[in-house]
């Protein structure tokens, strides 16, 4: 049987391809004609010279053509990378240099940005999307022949890699397979009660493993149809409701709802399910928007490395501060310092199962590293399990921060803060905020202990970090607390401008 991944998802609606697949405003593509449109891609993609296992990388708007380009990667065994659509030019560099990919596709008021010269490394061919289509991807489509088949992959061929934060402040490429996709979509899809009739909402970006693969993937695999927004806009969201089942969100979806005042009930009425993760979900949100809803949101556990891990049960409590339990096939282990598995007591959360990643793109060692012996992935979060498999999320132990169902590493932008004027050293860390989940804080020790000018300290981190890791905050101070070895204490750090978000 072949594995590949769009061989799974198009068996599910090949029998239902008059059926809406991306609703949008002003246009609906059935699957018919999403599967048609994902063949003549794949012809641009054949006649680009892209080799099964060769690399696409794309920074495009959320759109059906891009749905359709990664669908499209799948059937010609081409890996997908999709890149966050707010990098820089300087980050996107990184990424092309490290994935060589054979294809680059970006918008077109990027394409010259990334033209032959302005990079260390350039794509053998750069084709341009934008968020309506258009763009010389498309004018190559439309006179490809379509690439009808569907290429036979293996179980352990790659169908995409994501890059993700690295503990040193360099991005690392996670490798999914075929079979880590088609197995966690199949399970959810069965885990989550998906039925005939469901409608997502989708108002999540497409470059994210939310978006991408846990929604699109379940979707599909029940031919559902996706309300398919560009973003998440509150007033959209609101007036999409009624003709909804599904709706999977990051925390900001929830809370911005609720900043709503007649937000009730009544437009929910016709809802089936709602799902939170991405960030975490404060034990007060959640019950908020119970009341205000009359749903109670089921949330699930997550990562880039393994897709969903754990999820709060369709069918039985949905308690708040915890994600649930292991997903079926999955195993999860909280173990202490010694390597032993524990329960209810804080510890190291590990991962075994067909949902695991394969490794991280050129990086051996670092893959080596994050394994145990026995084959679990340890995942860097600190958490409780109790006796009957019940998980819940305590902090990180890798300092990352997450704001908005973003991963951002700390190191990243100290490393683009110290070499500011005025900067002698700083610290990033994350604190709770109530939109974002979390918000990026900057603590900065200046020449002469004097808070430094923000506007300059902006403007200068514009063109090197994209926004959503920007900080939020920021303090100034003399000295860093520090430990004997030297090493910055950020929980010192954490436990003192904790409420840099929530401060009066």
Wanted: glycine share 10%; hydrophobic share 40%.
């Amino acid at each position: 049987m072949n594995q590949n991944l769009y061989a799974i998802l198009s068996e599910r609606f090949r029998d239902r391809l008059d059926r809406p697949c991306l609703v949008m405003t002003g246009r609906t593509l059935t699957y018919g004609d999403v599967d048609a449109l994902a063949a003549r891609i794949a012809g641009v993609i054949v006649a680009s010279n892209v080799k099964p296992g060769d690399r696409v990388v794309v920074q495009v708007e959320k759109s059906a053509e891009a749905v359709a380009l990664y669908l499209a990667c799948l059937r010609t065994g081409a890996v997908f990378i999709p890149l966050n659509t707010a990098y820089t030019p300087s980050e996107v560099g990184y990424f092309l240099g490290d994935a060589e990919p054979a294809l680059f596709v970006c918008t077109p008021e990027n394409r010259d940005r990334y033209a032959a010269g302005t990079l260390d490394w350039t794509p053998p061919t750069i084709l341009t999307l934008d968020a309506e289509g258009g763009g010389t991807l498309m004018q190559h489509a439309a006179d490809a022949a379509p690439h009808e088949s569907i290429l036979e992959r293996a179980d352990d061929d790659l169908a995409a890699i994501l890059y993700t934060s690295g503990t040193t402040g360099r991005s690392k490429g996670a490798m999914l397979t075929h079979a880590n996709l088609s197995s966690n979509g199949l399970t959810l899809v069965d885990y989550w009660g998906f039925q005939p009739g469901d409608v997502l909402l989708h108002a999540l970006p497409i470059f994210h493993v939310h978006g991408l693969f846990v929604a699109l993937h379940c979707a599909m695999l029940n031919a559902s149809p996706m309300l398919f927004m560009p973003k998440f806009d509150v007033a959209a969201v609101r007036a999409a409701l009624p003709d909804a089942t599904v709706m999977m969100g990051v925390p900001t979806f929830y809370t911005r709802l609720m900043d709503q005042a007649d937000f009730s009930a009544d437009e929910c009425a016709h809802m089936r399910l709602f799902i939170s993760g991405s960030a975490p979900l404060t034990a007060q949100n959640h019950e908020a928007f119970e009341q205000r809803s009359g749903h109670r949101i089921l949330e699930r556990y997550g990562m880039t490395e393994a897709g969903m891990i754990t999820s709060n049960p369709y069918e039985g409590d949905r308690i708040a501060g915890t994600v649930g339990y292991a997903l079926p096939g999955v195993e999860v282990r909280v173990c202490d310092d010694a390597g032993d598995p524990v329960h209810d007591e804080v510890g190291s959360i590990q991962v075994r199962g067909p949902n695991v990643f394969k490794g991280y793109w050129n990086m051996p060692e670092k893959t080596a590293e994050e394994f145990t012996g026995d084959g679990f992935f340890v995942t860097g979060d600190l958490g409780t399990q109790t006796e009957d498999g019940r998980v819940a999320i305590v902090g990180r132990g890798k300092d990352l921060i997450i704001a908005g169902g973003y991963n951002i590493y700390p190191k990243e932008i100290e490393s683009v803060l110290d070499k500011l004027d005025g900067v002698v050293e700083s610290a990033v860390i994350g604190a709770p905020h109530s939109d974002f989940g979390e918000g990026v804080v900057a603590v900065i020790v200046t020449d002469d202990g004097q808070p430094l000018d923000l506007g300059p300290l902006q403007a200068a981190i514009d063109a090197d970090l994209a926004r959503f890791k920007h900080p939020r905050a920021w303090r100034f101070v003399d000295t860093l607390p520090r430990n004997t070895m030297g090493k910055v204490q950020k929980n010192v750090l954490r436990d003192t401008y904790g409420d840099a978000f929530t401060q009066g």
